[in-house]
């Protein structure tokens, strides 16, 4: 997708400012309405009646399906080039729901181990209860993810810009031991979003996000998302994605990858996963994300701009004893960085402070312009410790193992002015 104007398809920065949305009809509302309403009235009962058998799209009741959450989804799968999307209450919820049409109790996928602690710890303990079972990866080495499949295998999941240590993951590669195993390819683009990656481009079959982080980027809204890409085969699958192409019982014996061809993903996702499972976007959060879209461009340039700036600074910083940016051309991830994320690779990082444990405490007491908490992707500046917060409760060992050893400080840069971020950090180390 080009973000020059005038080149035919519409650029980026348009997409994110106008896909999927027009002035209300009724009204003339130039924003997208917050349709702050439980359910919609039938026209009469045979329009009731295919709305229930999936015979016609429209709304029935906001846990399935609302207009506000409706534009939301529109601009997502514009911007990431799907065939259509779903927006649901949390990163996590589209995660559950993603896996939830793909598996069957005693299925397997194969994961890059260097994931969103949260995700680690879903997939370790919440999916085991459905029998759906983890294996791990090294997502630096794309090998390792041929390695860990089984006959049993249904998907494999990554992350684009792996959390929290800014890896950047070589995409292509992963997606081709996706392809030789005929399974769908997860991604997790929450770190990178579509303005600095599109993992279809990269062979991604369905992508996930945390809208929770830069994409609603204000620090206001937890929301999720998952984009189908339109791109695998389910009927041609050696696999049987049992939702996908079984009748459906609860739709009398419709069989959803033959009705819905290359969007049949998502729609399975909304009419089964997100009907009996619930969890629904409000949508006034859905609002709040959909205004935040419309800077996406803007703010993630700068973010980039930012964060390049502050991780030089930190790298040639007396006190610090590395620093893991991939934008860093030392960097392990630099030259995959530049090939899946040319235009910038995000504002996560973390880095080490010769001082270890006491330093990392001391360092977080000391800074007055970064908050101290545990969310990425705000316009302001955030800084954990690991060690002494989200990894508290591990062992020293499971702790270096997760990339949270004590010495570790992770950042997630903001907006603020840089001179100002950077007089932040040196002031708080000086101490
Ligand atoms: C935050 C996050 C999630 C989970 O999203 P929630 O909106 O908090 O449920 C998943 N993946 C990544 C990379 C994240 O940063």
Redesign the pocket.
């Known amino acids: 997708m080009s973000d020059q104007p005038g080149a035919g398809a519409p650029g980026f920065a348009t997409l994110a400012i106008h896909a999927g949305a027009a002035p209300d009809p009724s009204t003339g509302a130039r924003v997208t309405p917050i349709y702050q309403t439980t359910s919609f009235v039938f026209n009469d009962a045979d329009h009731a009646a295919a709305l229930f058998g999936l015979e016609a799209f429209g709304n029935i009741y906001t846990r399935i399906m609302n207009p506000t959450q409706a534009v939301l989804e529109s601009r997502v799968a514009a911007l990431e080039g799907g065939t259509a999307a779903l927006a649901v ?7 559950f729901l993603a896996f939830h049409t793909l598996l069957e109790p005693g299925d397997e996928f194969v994961a890059g181990r260097q ?2 602690g ?2 680690v710890n879903q997939f370790n303990h919440s999916f085991k209860k459905f029998n759906w079972n983890v294996s791990w990866a090294d997502s630096m080495e794309p090998e390792s993810f041929a390695r860990a499949l089984t006959p049993r295998t249904k998907a494999i999941f990554c ?1 684009s810009i ?2 929290p240590g800014g890896i950047v993951v070589d995409l292509p590669a992963v997606a081709a031991v996706a392809k030789k195993a005929g399974v769908p390819l997860i991604v ?1 683009n ?2 990178a979003t579509p303005y600095l990656c599109r993992p279809k481009e990269h062979g991604a079959d369905i992508v ?6 830069f994409m609603g980027g204000h620090g206001n809204s ?3 998302v998952l984009v189908d890409c339109g791109t695998y085969d389910w009927l041609g699958s050696k696999h049987r994605y049992r939702t996908l192409v079984d009748p459906n019982p609860s739709y009398n014996g419709m069989k959803l990858a033959e009705t819905f061809g290359n969007f049949a993903f998502a729609i399975a996702a909304r009419v089964l996963g997100l009907r009996d499972l619930g969890p629904a976007i409000a949508p006034m959060n859905a609002f709040l994300i959909l205004t935040g879209i419309e800077t996406l461009p803007l703010r993630m340039a700068r973010h980039c701009e930012n964060a390049q700036a502050v991780a030089e600074h930190l790298a040639r910083h007396p006190k610090v004893a590395w620093v893991n940016y991939a934008g860093l051309p030392k960097d392990a991830s630099y030259a995959v960085g530049k090939r899946i994320c040319p235009a910038g690779v995000g504002s ?1 990082f973390t880095f080490g402070l010769k001082g270890g444990y006491e330093a990392g405490v001391k360092l977080v007491a000391g800074l007055k312009l970064f908050s101290h908490l545990a ?3 705000d316009t302001r500046s955030l800084v954990i410790h690991p060690a002494s917060t989200t990894h508290r409760q591990l062992t020293d060992e499971q702790r270096k193992a997760a990339g949270a050893g004590p010495d570790v400080v992770r950042l997630s840069i903001g907006l603020e002015a840089k001179a100002d971020i950077i007089a932040d950090l040196d002031q708080a180390l000086g101490q």
């Open positions: 209450a949390s990163g996590h919820a589209a995660q994931l969103y949260g995700s992350e792996a959390n997790d929450t770190l996930v996000h945390s809208l929770t982080k937890i929301g999720g996560v969310n990425i992707g």
